[in-house]
């Protein structure tokens, strides 16, 4: 492996390492992370540090308190944050600036850009991005989860040319080398398909994270796709850090894709989340991942959940299998009151006026190829 050869990387921070004993924000761990990043930038390699652990960082605030109450995890999130940010400061002597992202922000294409071109901004003007979800306002239906996907969304939104997500252990390994060990970890993946997700357990047990190897995994499946090099690596060893700067593997190396998918049809598929489903007659065999023209409503046989024109719908069959995510250019009503029209001659003039079903623009084939 020679040196590597990074215009642009996004390292992923986790819970355990920003506050190891939930007693408030340790430096312990993060500081050979921040040599890391200053001597990446020094190199002329841009950052991007995506950094849970607000929560944990805030939790001995709340010492009395019941911390499984939602309310208290918010306000937790929201003390921890600015000590969070300010252990990371005291770190650097370049300037950083904070970014909170919700999955809303992430899946609605506008706001999408938006990140995009703000994160572009600060790198140009040598800031380094912090990026956080924000626990303090997400709901369930409005947040990552994880941050392990979270960074794998924003290494896209950033186009960076490498992920690197710290771990507890060393990489990837075939079983769970705290149970077993003849456990045996893999230097590099080149495909990411079911048996590699078989190797992964969930959320270590007491932990502070709220992500596990799954995570992991599925960050690392999103940004292959788009081209982008990822490793998981043993955050809580410097050697790890070294090996990286020296252009060795010190963990697992996920290979990306050799023809990764365009920017637009990536966040279609990875980032952007289905507000509905249209489902279509079974035996429908038509591409629209070329042809969107050939969804009609004479094929549609159910609409599924509330959606409005510009929303992100999935279109699968009535047997479950899904074809496309697809930005949808009607309305779950309208598109209900079409499909229902006894005159199919009705519902064709209407889509002569107003156009296809889904967008040609704006679609991610979820076939198996």
């Known amino acids: 492996m020679s040196h590597p050869n990074w215009n642009r990387v996004v390292i992923k921070v986790g819970s355990a390492l920003i506050a190891p004993n939930q007693q408030g924000c340790s430096s312990h761990y993060l500081l050979s992370i921040a040599q890391f990043i200053v001597r990446c930038r020094a190199n002329g390699t841009q950052v ?3 950094s849970s652990g607000s ?4 939790s001995h605030m709340f010492a009395d308190q019941e911390k499984s109450n939602i309310a208290v995890k918010k306000a937790m999130a929201a003390a921890g944050q600015t ?5 990371w400061d005291r770190l650097f002597d370049f300037p950083s600036a904070q970014m909170l992202l919700t999955h809303a922000d992430l899946r609605d294409r506008e706001r999408y850009v938006s990140i995009r071109e703000t994160i572009f901004s600060l790198l140009d003007n040598n ?16 947040k990552v989860g994880d941050n392990d996907n979270l960074s794998a ?7 960076a040319d490498a992920l690197i997500i710290c771990s507890d252990i060393d990489g990837l390994y075939n079983k769970n080398p705290h149970e077993h060990d003849d456990a045996k970890m893999l230097k590099s993946v080149d495909t990411i398909d079911e048996s590699i997700y078989a190797m992964a357990g969930g959320a270590v047990k007491g932990g502070v994270g709220t992500g ?9 499946e999103k940004a292959v796709s788009h081209g982008i090099d990822t490793y998981i690596i043993n955050g809580f060893t410097e050697l790890s850090f070294n090996m990286l700067l020296a252009g060795e593997n010190p963990g697992t190396h996920f290979r990306p894709f050799k023809k990764p998918m365009k920017e637009n049809e990536h966040w279609m598929r990875h980032t952007s989340n289905a507000q509905g489903e249209v489902i279509i007659e079974g035996n429908f065999d038509g591409t629209l991942i070329t042809d969107s023209d050939q969804l009609t ?7 599924n959940g509330e959606f409005s024109v510009g929303d992100t719908i999935l279109v699968r069959k009535e047997d479950g299998t899904k074809l496309v995510k697809a930005k949808s250019n009607y309305s779950s009503c309208l598109l209900n009151f079409i499909a229902n029209q006894e005159s199919d001659e009705f519902a064709h003039e209407f889509e002569e006026k107003t156009g296809p079903i889904i967008s040609d623009q704006h679609v991610a084939n ?4």
Do not use: C, F, Q, Y
């Not at 929560?55 to 805030?58: F, K, S």
């Not at 000590?83 to 252990?87: L, Q």
């Not at 596990?212 to 690392?220: H, L, Q, S, V």
């Not at 409503?297 to 609409?303: H, K, L, R």
């Open 48 to 50: 991007v540090l995506v």
């Open 153 to 159: 969304m924003v290494a896209t939104a950033a186009d």
């Open 212 to 220: 596990g190897m799954r995570t992991k995994i599925e960050a690392a």
């Open 127 to 142: 800031i380094l991005p912090i990026v956080n979800e924000n626990d303090t306002v997400t709901t369930d239906k409005l």
């Open 55 to 58: 929560v944990a960082a805030g």
């Open 83 to 87: 000590e969070m940010i300010a252990t």
């Open 366 to 369: 979820l076939e198996k190829e």
């Open 297 to 303: 409503s004479s094929e549609i046989i159910g609409v």
